[in-house]
């Protein structure tokens, strides 16, 4: 028998407001839902892909400087899973259990830097007299990321992180960018749009936004 109007909105908003809830950004995670994550993470197939793809953001490459490729930003929801997936066989939902309440409930963000063709191993010395210089070139160093400034911000109010770290990224050839680390304490946020933003050392300004009122 098919319901009047008032009858439907009357069921069909109180399932809407219970999904809702299911899938917004929870703080602190039920046992249910570290046990949900941790099983997701033991597929290692493409289900555990799609579950991650919402707190990864693959950016366009610039015209000319670095290029910041990739951001995540992982929820503890997000890291369950993300752990979960990096462990092989013998990790047990009781250890995946144990490992998140050993942690703080953080938010992890991750922006990848790649070289390009116009922003790479070799940069332009300021000082051609310089002894590790040679017709004006010089090797980037390892820590040339420390010259990039990453945050997280809601509503334009910057998140104090609780850690900032990177490292020098690596391939066949050698260096070709590196990893910025920023963690966050996540009762800092609310459950709506956070932007992680790049300020590069020349000039760009890169921002995505993670909507955390639709991420778990």
Same mark, same amino acid.
């Given at each position: 028998m098919k319901l009047p109007r008032k009858h439907g909105l009357a069921v069909l908003v109180p399932i809407l407001l219970i999904s809702a809830?299911?899938?917004?950004?929870?703080?602190?995670?039920? =046992? @249910?839902?570290? $046990?949900?994550?941790?099983? *997701?993470g033991q597929h290692h197939d493409a289900s555990t892909k799609s579950a991650l793809e919402p707190y990864i /953001?693959?950016?366009?490459? %610039?015209? &000319?400087? %670095?290029? *910041?490729?990739?951001?995540?930003?992982? &929820? %503890?929801?997000?890291?369950?899973?993300?752990?979960? !997936?990096?462990?092989?066989?013998?990790?047990?939902?009781? @250890?995946?259990?144990? =490992?998140? /309440?050993? $942690?703080? =409930?953080?938010?992890?963000? $991750?922006? $990848? *830097?790649?070289?390009?063709? &116009?922003?790479?191993?070799?940069?332009?010395? !300021?000082d051609a007299k310089s002894a590790s210089a040679e017709k004006g070139i010089k090797i980037r160093q390892e820590d040339f990321w420390k010259a990039f400034r990453v945050g997280l911000s809601q509503k334009d109010d910057w998140i104090d992180p609780l850690s900032l770290d990177g490292e020098a990224t690596y391939s066949d050839n050698g260096m070709d960018g590196a990893l910025i680390w920023l963690v966050c304490d996540a009762h800092d946020l609310a459950s709506e749009p956070a932007a992680v933003e790049v300020f590069t050392p020349d000039g760009q300004h890169v921002v995505t936004t993670f909507d955390l009122s639709t991420l778990r």
């Open positions: 809830q299911c899938f917004a950004f929870e703080l602190p995670l039920s =046992d @249910q839902t570290i $046990r949900e994550a941790y099983f *997701i /953001h693959h950016l366009a490459p %610039p015209k &000319t400087g %670095p290029d *910041i490729s990739e951001i995540r930003l992982l &929820t %503890p929801y997000a890291q369950v899973i993300d752990v979960s !997936n990096s462990q092989s066989s013998g990790y047990s939902a009781q @250890q995946a259990a144990a =490992d998140y /309440h050993a $942690r703080t =409930d953080t938010i992890l963000v $991750r922006v $990848r *830097i790649e070289f390009s063709a &116009t922003y790479g191993f070799l940069e332009a010395g !300021n």
